[in-house]
């Protein structure tokens, strides 16, 4: 392992938010001609573009097929660009699209914009295109009420089938109290509870076959093995799942829209919940897209504290997504031993953070705090106390013959349908491609160091992904080893303007201290206007915040990509022909949460 100390923190070439020369440039402009887009400078570390919307179905055709393809759709959704001041050299719209394209084999993303006015808000769909384009269009239509044409079923996805409006519309209210006193009446009661009705022939299911009827079930929302309120509508011949539905939003508490009026700085506190069983991971991304825009550097000691507890929330995660499937497979010891297990790991975080799962410790260029006294101790005893508690569970469960029967070659799919879908994660890396952010494209110092991605054999099955959690477990302890021999001394925040207010003690003696404290305090830090994104290796797949500051207080827009809402969208690819108790063993092995999920 590289020594901690010797920090190089100029960012890689692939992060330089130009991109002048991104060799897809000209190959665009030689199928295209010079004049098929503009670029857009940003803070993003992508080739970013602005296109025309009669040129939009080609250019992604393009895309996805060039050497190099760019084969996963990682993100698609839109931006209220009226009200925003700060729009120099863009082009002029009142709307745009977003369509965030990654390719594996060039380690590049690139972003496709695409303008559109309130005169006409429609766009081709892409879904011919990009299968996951599908719930990714549903959204971005009920938010904005942008129609893609030819989608095979633009309803609502995270709100309610009676919903009025486009909540993330700039006109749309952000506060409860800007709206009407809401009154739940008998009859309207009886209206919600229509529309919950799912009509097969809406979907293309048939209700019978030449022979028998179909059997149409509701598996939730409110079902232990769906892990949250989740509703899968199953078409069934018998135990046969012939076809499904997912339907979700019924934990959708508006998360991005709650970024459009929280200072940048009380909006950490909300990040936590969106994934919340990931903890300080979840603030891991917006932290670094908020010190992209304010160009921040934080101290070495921050990047390595920052690492730790990540890995300490990735291990607890784990621990929870393996002894629950093993508990839905149907064995119960496991679960039992794992919480003993992870409350240790909440002994260690409610120490160092002064809470436990939802700590919202990590701070714009730095921490809350300093590590306390004695934080060694506590990570030492564990690292000596865990290593044989992971055997066992690996010795009793996970090799037991009867879970290895019940979940090898359940659920499988390969590379190429898991990048179509925008699998990440243990998902993914089962297939046997070993994309992990921390490896491909390191942040807060993971380059220096020294761990494996653990992968599959080729094919992802339940066992298989279940089996990676475990290894990526004792890769996170090899981690955790490391910032205990090799923690830095030195501040906890970096000495910046933009990042958390300075030190009470000083306002009493410097005017521009006490100025700075008032305003960050009341206000909160002014960010300069521009864009920027980052992305990081959560642990349920790779999570990232794209972020777009006006020049003020607080966001313009926020948009989280989760992992979790496209493994969702998955399902009825994969578990199509298999039965009912094949389902459980599946949703056990995707490792999800609906916080995740509906945001």
């Known amino acids: 392992m590289t020594k901690l100390s010797k920090y190089n923190l100029i960012p890689p070439l692939w992060q330089n938010h130009n991109n002048l020369y991104d060799p897809i440039i000209n190959d665009l402009h030689n199928e295209f001609g010079s004049d098929c887009f503009t670029i857009q400078s940003t803070n993003i570390g ?79 769909t892409i879904t011919n295109i990009f299968i996951n384009a599908n719930w990714y269009e549903r959204e971005t239509w009920e938010m904005f009420g942008i129609v893609f044409d030819g989608h095979p079923h633009l309803t609502r996805i995270l709100m309610p089938q009676t919903w009025k409006g486009h909540p993330l519309r700039k006109d749309y209210p952000a506060r409860a109290t800007e709206s009407d006193p809401f009154v739940l009446t008998k009859k309207q009661e009886d209206l919600e509870m229509d529309a919950l009705t799912i009509k097969p022939e809406e979907w293309g299911m048939k209700r019978r076959n030449d022979n028998e009827d179909f059997m149409f079930l509701n598996m939730g929302p409110n079902h232990p093995s769906v892990h949250g309120a989740f509703r899968i509508f199953l078409q069934l011949n018998g ?26 700085h009380s909006y950490i506190p909300y990040t936590d919940r969106v994934e919340y069983l990931g903890g300080c991971i979840n603030e891991m991304p917006y932290i670094l897209a908020v010190e992209k825009l304010a160009g921040i550097t934080v101290p070495e000691r921050v990047n390595v504290i920052r690492i730790m507890l990540s890995e300490l929330f990735r291990i607890n995660s784990h621990l929870l997504c393996i002894s629950t499937f093993i508990q839905d497979v149907g064995a119960m010891t496991p679960v039992f031993l794992a919480f003993t297990d992870r409350q240790k790991i909440y002994d260690i975080i409610e120490a160092i953070t002064g809470a436990r799962m939802h700590p919202a410790w990590f701070r714009i260029g730095g921490l809350a705090n300093d590590l306390p006294k004695g934080w060694e101790l506590l990570l030492k005893n564990f690292l000596e106390w865990i290593p044989k508690r992971i055997k066992q569970y690996s ?123 008032f305003l960050h305090v009341s206000w909160g830090p002014v960010m300069p206007d521009n864009e920027s994104f980052q992305m990081i290796e959560a642990t349920k797949g790779i999570n990232s915040y794209y972020l777009i500051s006006d020049g003020g207080t607080m966001s313009y827009r926020t948009r989280i990509r989760t992992p979790s809402f496209p493994h969702l969208q998955q399902i009825p690819s994969v578990i199509r022909g298999s039965i009912i108790s094949d389902l459980i063993v599946y949703l056990g092995s995707i490792d999800f949460v609906m916080s995740d999920v509906d945001r």
């Open 395 to 517: 010795l009793v469960a996970l090799k037991n013959k009867i879970l290895i029967n019940r979940s090898q070659g359940i659920a499988v799919y390969n590379k190429e349908e898991a990048l179509s879908w925008g699998t990440t994660g243990t998902g993914l890396r089962a297939t046997g491609l070993d994309f992990d952010v921390r490896k491909w494209r390191p942040y807060s110092g993971y380059e220096y160091f020294d761990f494996e991605i653990p992968i599959g054999s080729g094919i992802s099955d339940a066992y298989t992904r279940i089996i990676l959690k475990i290894e990526e477990i004792w890769q996170s302890l090899s981690i955790l080893d490391q910032c205990l021999k090799n923690m830095p001394q030195g501040p906890f925040k970096a000495d910046h303007p933009l990042t958390t207010p300075p030190p009470k003690e000083q306002t009493l003696q410097h005017i521009e201290t006490l100025v700075t404290h």
């Open 239 to 264: 135990e046969e799942i012939v076809d499904c539905i997912p339907d979700i939003g019924y934990h959708h508490r508006g998360v991005e829209k709650m970024g459009e009026r929280q200072s940048w």
């Open 46 to 124: 992508s080739l970013v573009l602005w296109i025309k919307k009669d040129r939009l179905l080609n250019i992604i055709k393009f895309l996805r097929n060039v050497p190099g393809q760019y084969l996963m759709l990682y993100d698609l959704h839109g931006i209220d660009e009226r009200l925003r001041s700060k729009r120099n050299n863009l082009p002029n719209a009142d709307f745009c699209v977003f369509y965030h394209l990654l390719s594996i084999e060039r380690n590049k993303d690139i972003i496709i914009k695409v303008a559109i006015f309130e005169e006409d808000l429609r766009l081709p």
